[in-house]
Structures are given as C-alpha cells and as structure tokens.
C-alpha cells in the first residue's frame, strides 16, 4: 500500500495551503509484524520534514509585507 502524507495549513486570507511531506510503501499483508507502521528511520525524517515546513511557513508569514505603522498614534499610513 502507497501512503502520502501531508500537511494542509490555512494562510492569512484562510485559503488552506497543501503540501506534500512523505510518501512511503508498506506491504498490504500481515505476515511480518515488523512491517506494521512506519520504521523508526521513517518516524524520524517524517518529523524533520513537518518541522522543515513548518519552520519555512512561519518565517515566510514574518517576511510578508507590513502596512506601515505611524510610531506615535499606532494608526495606519
């Protein structure tokens, strides 16, 4: 069986914003137990890759433009 996993987060106009993480096969039968979930390998780079876009998702949120703010009265220009 084929799996992909994913992340879907919702941006500033709450428009949802998808992307792809992982994608891994694990067999469709039970005849190995030790093939039931995911490996501890793939357990550790599916956090690594969450983080990775996550980590990329909240800077690129702090690196959008800002209206300009006048200092004294906090009001919009």
Do not use: Y
Not at 13 to 26: H, K, L, Q, S, T
Not at 45 to 63: M, N, Y
């Amino acid at each position: 069986m084929r799996w992909v996993l994913g992340l879907v987060g919702t941006g500033i106009d709450g428009a949802p914003i998808r992307v792809n993480i992982m994608e891994f096969d694990r067999p469709d039968c039970l005849e190995d137990i030790a093939s039931l979930g995911l490996t501890l390998a793939d357990g550790k780079q599916l956090l690594a890759l969450v983080q990775q876009e996550v980590v990329a998702a909240q800077v690129g949120s702090h690196t959008m433009p800002r209206p300009a703010v006048v200092p004294a009265t906090g009001d919009a220009m």
